[in-house]
């Protein structure tokens, strides 16, 4: 299992975000994806997620164009976004309940479980606090299980406690033949991890 990006470009609003940006991620493997503010973090995991279009390169995943092929990649992976993908009218139980009918395994009392969300389940989300909601959210990659992991900003919102929680999970997810493309600012001390710096690929960073 091989995700492999060439020359990788993005333009938002006639400005280059990034450009020749290239990677191999393989499964065990982790990418660290580091910068400021305006470099392209979220843009280049949303380029990886199908959610954008690049201004140039080439994305493959198991020697196919993931850009001309989608259909099997978007099967294999689970994109959290750094906003939360929360109904808050309903409670963090109904929420992964519609995850995993729209992406399959059903594996909800195995999420609560991991995340610690046991106490908090069966309450409106809106009645939640930061943290509760970014654990309540990042649950879905127990609930809907995917060989990839693509997190923007994971740990945010979570104390130092639940940021070792979240740590451990992906360490398991990563010894399970799993991979993982994450941002953050502060280094998780994964052990097979690459750094990708978007500062030296930057055209325009605040």
């Given at each position: 299992m091989t995700l492999i990006v060439e020359n990788l470009g993005c333009v938002r609003?006639?400005?280059i975000i990034f450009s020749d940006v290239n990677f191999t991620v393989k499964a065990g493997q982790a990418l660290w994806v580091k910068g400021r503010n305006g470099t392209g973090k979220s843009s280049l995991l949303r380029i990886i997620a199908q959610l954008l279009k690049p201004a140039s390169g080439q994305i493959s995943w198991q020697q196919k164009d993931v850009l001309d092929e989608p259909v099997?990649?978007?099967?294999?992976?689970?994109y959290i976004g750094h906003l939360d993908a929360l109904k808050t009218s309903m409670t963090p139980r109904e929420n992964l309940s519609f995850w995993a009918k729209y992406r399959g395994p059903n594996n909800i009392e195995a999420a609560i479980e991991a995340f610690k969300i046991e106490e908090i389940a069966d309450f409106p989300v809106r009645s939640l606090s930061a943290g509760q909601k970014k654990r309540s959210n990042l649950a879905r990659l127990i609930a809907c299980p995917s060989k990839i992991w693509i997190l923007d900003e994971p740990i945010s919102s979570l104390d130092v406690h639940f940021i070792d929680l979240f740590t451990d999970l992906l360490r398991a997810h990563l010894e399970?033949?799993?991979?993982?493309?994450?941002?953050?600012?502060?280094?998780?001390?994964?052990?097979d991890v690459q750094l990708l710096n978007l500062d030296e690929y930057t055209g325009a960073g605040s």
């Open positions: 609003q006639e400005r099997e990649f978007l099967k294999r992976f689970e399970d033949g799993g991979l993982a493309l994450y941002a953050t600012h502060q280094d998780l001390e994964i052990d």
